[in-house]
């Protein structure tokens, strides 16, 4: 099992930045790729952004591409997203994920491993 908690979320204004981090425990070598998810009230859950086991690779939906910036600490066993010119559209619960099967992907249910969320609110 692995265990991932995130932190960092919370209200900022339109345009600022926030950095949230996803810390994982237990069989964290059993974690590949790891990614982060996000889901507005009312809305399905949605794919952000993707990160290889190494690093080297990563994906982003073509919404915050250009603004956010997913890496990674292997020795820390954690994960970053950060955020930048942030919009009110980016509102929702962020969800960080884990896979253990090998390589990048941007469908949930192809992820083993799922944090409890946590609530980035930007205002206008």
């Known amino acids: 099992q692995v265990q991932l908690v995130e932190s960092g979320g919370g209200l900022v204004q339109a345009g600022g930045s926030l950095r949230l981090s996803c810390a994982a425990s237990?069989?964290?070598?059993?974690?590949?790729?790891r990614g982060w998810f996000r889901q507005a009230p009312g809305k399905e859950r949605e794919f952000v952004t993707a990160i290889s086991r190494s690093g080297g690779a990563t994906y982003y939906a073509d919404s915050v591409k250009g603004r956010f910036t997913i890496s990674r600490d292997n020795a820390k066993n954690t994960v970053y997203l950060q955020m930048n010119s942030l919009k009110p559209e980016d509102t929702a619960v962020y969800y960080c994920a884990a896979r253990g099967g090998y390589g990048i992907a941007s469908r949930p249910d192809l992820y083993d491993y799922w944090g409890q969320g946590t609530q980035v609110t930007v205002s206008s």
């Open positions: 237990g069989r964290t070598f059993s974690s590949n790729a």
